[in-house]
């Protein structure tokens, strides 16, 4: 399901036309799955927390059936050269304790640091939590194309509570229009919702060519995210529910316009023609 927000203010037909886009969770990923090479998020503990999250990986995610997280038959250009992708590694033990050593140097004071450097020379003994730690992180990275692709998700998006937009969700500002009829911002409206359709549909048909950063292909799943899912908030952690593996898919665009929500706008195909969805959006505008 997708979202058209039809907004009018005042007597002139000057209006800002601007359009929400669904949260992407890094699209642009030279791993498997979903981390970002650019943006890794760091997790350091001490204790147990690490160590039962570790011992609960096989526990099932709370994510509903997102496609990419399935395997997903090639069809086209799309996913051509996912094979490519290689896997997210593991850094050793001791990397990863020196860089978190580093890492605590410039916020901590002498003494909390002192602390610190006691505690990370423990983690890192041999036959010590840390190792034990490790060996479970590394048989996690063997069963899995991502082994930071749950705990990314779910860490830095679902169990964030701070309001979507701004601090989670990206949006895009349009340059600003000047209309001279309702008809015209009816059409433009029109035309952003039948550039957004075909975009669907050539995720549909896999018919989008693989990003690349210079010659390196990218992740290509994050592409089946857009369309068809949202996020239910709940208690402490958020779930995300995908529709676009159903027999069934949605294949209606809700329009909301001076409070009201409809769905006027239903597709048949892979495209709907932009006079359609100008009719459409121009029978509710008057209609509400």
């Known amino acids: 399901m997708s979202t058209i927000i039809v907004t009018s203010s ?8 601007t359009a929400a886009c669904v949260s992407s969770l890094d699209t642009t990923t030279r791993y498997r799955g979903r981390c970002s090479s650019g943006s890794l998020l760091g997790v350091a503990s001490g204790g147990g927390p ?15 059936r997102l496609p990419a997280m399935a395997p997903l038959a090639i069809k086209g250009v799309m996913l051509s050269r996912q094979k490519e992708l290689p896997k997210l590694p593991v850094p050793p033990l001791s990397e990863t304790l020196e860089r978190l050593w580093l890492s605590l140097q410039p916020i901590l004071s002498a003494e909390q640091l002192q602390a610190s450097r006691k505690a990370i020379d423990k983690l890192g003994e041999r036959g010590g939590e840390g190792e034990y730690l490790h060996r479970m992180l590394t048989y996690r990275y063997k069963r899995l194309d991502n082994w930071l692709d749950e705990w990314w998700l779910n860490t830095a998006y679902l169990d964030v509570r701070t309001p979507l937009p701004v601090h989670s969700s990206p949006a895009a500002i ?3 229009q000047t ?3 309702e008809e015209d911002f009816l059409l433009f409206a029109a035309k952003l919702t039948a550039a957004l359709l075909e975009f669907k549909d050539l995720i549909d048909r896999q018919a989008l060519p693989p990003d690349l950063a210079g010659h390196l292909p990218l992740d290509m799943t994050m592409y089946f995210k857009l369309y068809c899912m949202h996020r239910v908030p709940k208690p402490g952690r958020d779930v995300l529910v995908s529709y676009a593996d159903e027999p069934d898919p949605p294949r209606h665009i809700v329009v909301m316009h001076n409070n009201h929500a409809s769905t006027p706008i239903v597709m048949h195909g892979g495209r709907i023609a932009i006079t359609e969805v100008s009719c459409d959006l121009h029978v509710l505008y008057i209609g509400t």
């Open 50 to 64: 690490l160590a039962t999250t570790a011992a609960n990986s096989s526990t099932p995610p709370v994510v509903r």
């Open 174 to 176: 349009f340059p600003r």
């Open 179 to 181: 209309f001279t009829s």
């Open 10 to 17: 005042g007597s002139r037909c000057d209006r800002w036309a």
